[in-house]
């Protein structure tokens, strides 16, 4: 597994996610309800266990902004070959550790997401989980471009984004629209479906009452418009997008 330097990070979108894996954004200050990143949940997010379940992953996958690495873990347990992809050492540091203690054979490369260019196998499926809506709009174009050159034709791409409606959404920069996607996608990738789903996070209701009471630059919400599970987690609304390599 290539360990890359400690120290070295590539920028997405306006943050600075290495510092916030090292928890340097601030949030370790504050008294909420869990340590560390908000979508760290520690396993895989349910949305993707379920596209597993149903058989929508083949062939060789890339996990791009994989973070931590769990739903590469998850997948490779079940015997795929994943390889994962983030901006952050810190976060993949973390997903190496992870990786070895379910005894995965998942390979993590530390590369800037937008142009790949450390990534020289061609894969069937790609998996964005929660990454498109954290880079500029021109990134969004160059990462579309670098997808497509790193996968096979007839490929697919299932990419999961903060939507731009639903109860509890969280509003610009982060939130997309289904004209964005398409307007940055549809250039390489032959978009099939679009509809809403779900992902859970690590905030409470009460973490974002904190949150948008304090000048955190977190987005303003109003956590009583936000869906929870049993566990009291926030869900958050999520474009579920699937395409197919042109």
């Known amino acids: 597994m ?27 200050e ?10 760290d949940i520690g396993g895989p997010q349910p949305a993707i266990v379920e596209l597993e379940r149903v058989g929508e992953f083949r062939g060789a996958i890339l996990d791009v902004g994989c973070g931590t690495g769990d739903n590469a873990v998850f997948l490779a347990q079940r015997g795929y ?8 050492s810190t976060a993949l540091e973390n997903a190496r550790e992870r990786a070895g203690q379910c005894d995965t054979e998942t390979l993590f490369v530390l590369d800037d997401v937008t ?12 998996l964005d989980s ?13 990462y579309s471009a670098a997808l497509h050159r790193v996968t096979r034709p007839g490929a697919t791409l299932h990419l999961f984004c903060f939507a731009d409606e639903g109860p509890g959404c969280f509003p610009a920069p982060f939130q997309v629209s289904m004209e964005d996607l398409r307007a940055n996608l549809n250039g390489e990738w032959e978009i099939s479906s679009i509809d809403i789903a779900r992902y ?16 955190t630059g977190f987005p303003k919400v ?7 599970n049993d566990q009291g987690q926030v869900l958050t609304p999520v474009w579920r997008l699937r395409a197919r390599r042109r």
């Open 200 to 215: 859970v996070s690590r905030l409470t209701r009460a973490d974002l009452e904190l949150l948008t009471s304090r000048d």
């Open 30 to 39: 504050m008294d909420l309800s869990f340590d560390g990143v908000p979508w």
């Open 2 to 28: 290539e360990q890359g330097n400690a120290q070295e990070s590539f920028a997405v979108g306006e943050a600075n996610y290495d510092a916030l894996y090292r928890g340097k954004s601030g949030l370790d």
């Open 222 to 228: 109003k956590p009583s418009e936000s869906e929870v």
């Open 115 to 126: 142009s790949l260019g450390k990534i020289e196998s061609l894969f069937d499926t790609v």
């Open 81 to 88: 070959v994943v390889t994962g992809v983030d901006a952050s």
């Open 130 to 142: 929660a990454l498109y809506h954290c880079l500029g709009q021109e990134q969004r174009r160059r």
